[in-house]
């Protein structure tokens, strides 16, 4: 897989729980896909594009008499729905894709099939078929709870294992109750296993949720494109030291467990190291980091004045011999001088420009 193309599709729903989920999704991930329970959407362009259309209108969600126990969690959920479409307008169509249910497409095709009197009935009995093997699987996975209960859900989830199984994208979840299938073994998956690490540190980098803004985001993926791919590099090379940790039966919440240990424990801590050593000793660490000789001191002078910009990230590609043996692996992993702590050394007063003011 390219690295430069790792794709997400969003497990639990059609719209997140929790922004700063999405936030770090849609900064580590070239696309985040969801699915949509709407049996009006013909294809995955035309739902998208409807979508950001809407995102710049006014949307109106009406109710017939007086919510009920059953009704008012549906209303409560569209509503949810179109709050996040309408915050997350920009990112349509550039990172985060809408796709219709399997099941709205099959019925769309058939229908159209049949007013042209020509559906034939090997394609019916598939459809069938695959109807009722998406139902069976659904049971499967969800015995013994409310899920199947959900209308919405028995159209998105099957459609979102589908789409993930026949593309190669990671399934993701930011709800505890309701868990990303998992699709192969976790502890021979390195992607899965960066992904969670990446997500991590992402998260432990980033702003309060509330502070997400669509268009920062975008800014982050345009300006820090190579910082990213080296990012993206480190954390598979780090998905080796999380499968250290990991049974052999590892599931996603040991997934999860792990990599929160080794982010919190290992990987931040180094970074936040490296964060002091630029802000504290400024002058003397650039010195001891590059070296003596004129081209290493002139790298280290261009980061005074941005020491979280592009002349620290392309120092640390210049100088990572020099910063490996001077850091010295204090926590036994491969990061010094590796470009892809760059990019969270930038992240934070990028998407949070008022601490970088403080």
């Known amino acids: 897989m390219n690295h430069n193309e790792l794709e997400a599709i969003y497990f639990p729903g059609w719209y997140p729980i929790r922004n700063d989920i999405i ?9 985040v896909h969801f ?14 594009d409807y979508l950001r259309e809407a995102s710049t209108k006014s949307v ?19 509503t949810q729905f179109w709050a996040f479409i309408k915050h997350s307008g920009p990112l349509l169509g550039e990172v985060i894709r809408y796709h219709p249910s ?12 049949l007013f042209g009197g020509g559906l034939p009935l090997e394609e019916w009995s ?8 998406e139902s069976k699987t659904l049971a499967k996975l969800y015995k013994g709870t409310q899920v ?3 209308d919405f859900l028995s159209l998105v989830l099957p459609t979102t294992r589908y789409l993930a199984i026949q593309h ?29 690490l990446a997500l991590r540190m992402l998260n432990l980098t980033l702003p309060a949720p509330q502070s997400f803004e669509p268009e920062l985001l975008l800014k982050v993926r345009d300006e820090m494109s190579d910082e990213l791919t080296s990012f993206r590099m480190m954390a598979l090379k780090l998905a080796a030291e999380l499968r250290k940790l990991l049974s052999h039966s590892s599931n996603r919440e040991e997934v999860e467990r792990e990599a929160d240990f080794l982010v919190k424990t290992m990987i931040m801590p180094y970074v936040e190291e490296i964060r002091r050593k630029i802000q504290v000793e400024r002058g003397k660490f650039w010195r001891r980091l590059f ?25 640390l590609r210049e100088a990572s011999k020099d910063a490996g043996s001077l850091l010295d692996d204090a926590y036994n992993l491969s990061l010094a001088g590796d470009p892809g702590v760059a990019l969270l050394l930038q992240l934070e007063d990028t998407l949070n420009p008022q601490c970088s003011k403080e």
């Open 23 to 31: 936030a770090a999704a849609s900064i580590y991930f070239a696309r």
């Open 35 to 48: 699915v949509t329970p709407s049996i009006n959407a013909k294809s995955t362009d035309a739902c998208t």
């Open 60 to 78: 109106t969600i009406q109710v017939f008499g007086k919510p009920t126990e059953e009704t008012d969690p549906t209303v409560q959920k569209l």
């Open 102 to 113: 399997l099941i709205a497409q099959d019925v769309s095709s058939i229908i159209e099939k």
């Open 126 to 133: 598939n459809f069938v078929k695959r109807s009722r093997e």
């Open 148 to 150: 199947l209960d959900d």
């Open 168 to 196: 190669g994208w990671i399934p993701l979840s930011d709800d505890p109750n309701l868990p990303a299938p998992v699709l192969q073994k976790l502890d021979s998956s390195a992607d899965e296993l960066a992904t969670s």
């Open 291 to 315: 070296g003596k000789t004129p081209k290493w001191i002139s790298l280290g002078f261009a980061c005074f004045s941005d020491p979280t910009g592009a002349a620290l990230a392309a120092s």
